[in-house]
């Protein structure tokens, strides 16, 4: 079993990072979804995946990328192409275009687990600002061979 930590739009806010660890327990990879993905090089204790959101303004991450962890294949995206505001079905669309059965996904900073289609579609807020009336907050993924799991932890 596979346990990986997922945060999207922590705009610039190290110390948060820095106490992820601590909060959500040991996992095996880190997954940023952009916007000031810069700062998952704060994130300690185990592999770090990065993209870039639509507040990134460097080249040195990929807009989307596509994961394997045991079985399972990710889609990671910041989302904003994707218009995942109220409707997330492009954003499963392209995962399902990827033979993904996951998509990861930031932007909107409201945290979500849902399914769309055949695909678990995970949004992990933000941890340092929160929209909707939300807690900041993360994601775990956990993965068991073809299985994955979702669900998101308040800060």
């Known amino acids: 079993m596979m346990r990986l930590g997922v945060v999207s739009d922590s705009h610039g806010k190290k110390d948060t990072m820095l106490l992820l660890t601590e ?3 040991k996992v095996d990879a880190w997954i940023h979804l952009g916007d000031f993905a810069e700062d998952s090089k704060h994130l300690n204790g185990a ?54 059965q996951v998509a990861l996904y930031g932007h909107t900073h409201i945290s979500s687990v849902e399914f769309c289609g055949g695909v678990l579609v995970v949004n992990p807020g933000s941890p340092t600002s929160p ?3 939300q807690k900041p ?19």
Do not use: W
């Open 47 to 100: 592999p770090v995946y990065a993209i870039k959101g639509n507040c990134d303004f460097t080249s040195k991450y990929e807009l989307e990328q596509v994961l394997t962890f045991e079985q399972v294949r990710i889609f990671i995206t910041h989302g904003n192409k994707y218009s995942p505001t109220y409707d997330r079905s492009m954003l499963s669309y392209k995962a399902e275009e990827l033979n993904c």
């Open 131 to 133: 929209r909707g009336g």
């Open 137 to 155: 907050s993360v994601a775990v993924l956990e993965i068991n061979g073809k299985d994955a799991y979702a669900s998101i932890v308040v800060l």
């Open 23 to 25: 909060k959500i327990g």
